[in-house]
C-alpha cells in the first residue's frame, strides 16, 4: 500500500519561511518523480515544483527563485524550501508521486501566510 505523507505547514508571517516534508512508502521511491502542488480556496490545483528522478528540477514562474524543492533517495522523502512566503503562497500542498501513468498523492498540508 502506497502512502505519501506531507508535514511541515503551518501558520507563518509574510516573509517567513516553512519546509515541507513528504514521505513515501510502499514504492520504489527513486524509480519516481516527485513533485509539491498546492491549491488556494476557490481554485484548481497547481504545480509549484517538480524534480525527477534524475534531479531536473520545474518551477512555477511564481515561486521561482524563492522555493526550492530537493530530494532524499536514502529516506524516501522530498522536501519543499519555501522562503520569503507571500499571502498568495496559502493553500493546502500536496506532494505527488509520478512514473508514467501511475500517480499517488499526499492527503496536504495547510500553509497560511498572514500579511
Known amino acids: 500500500q502506497v502512502q505519501l505523507v506531507e508535514s511541515g505547514g503551518g501558520l507563518v508571517q509574510a516573509g517567513g519561511s516553512l519546509r515541507l516534508s513528504c514521505t513515501a512508502s510502499g514504492l520504489t521511491f527513486g524509480s519516481y518523480a516527485m513533485g509539491w502542488y498546492r491549491q488556494a480556496p476557490g481554485k484548481e490545483r497547481e504545480l509549484v515544483a517538480l524534480?525527477?528522478?534524475?534531479?531536473?528540477?520545474n518551477y512555477a514562474d511564481a515561486v521561482k527563485g524563492r522555493f526550492t524543492i530537493s530530494r532524499d533517495n536514502a529516506k524516501n522523502t522530498v522536501y519543499l524550501q519555501m522562503n520569503s512566503l507571500k499571502p498568495e503562497d496559502t493553500g493546502v500542498y500536496y506532494c505527488r508521486a509520478l512514473q508514467l501513468i501511475r500517480f499517488y498523492w499526499g492527503q496536504g498540508t495547510q500553509v497560511t501566510v498572514s500579511s
Open positions: 524534480m525527477t528522478t534524475g534531479g531536473v528540477t
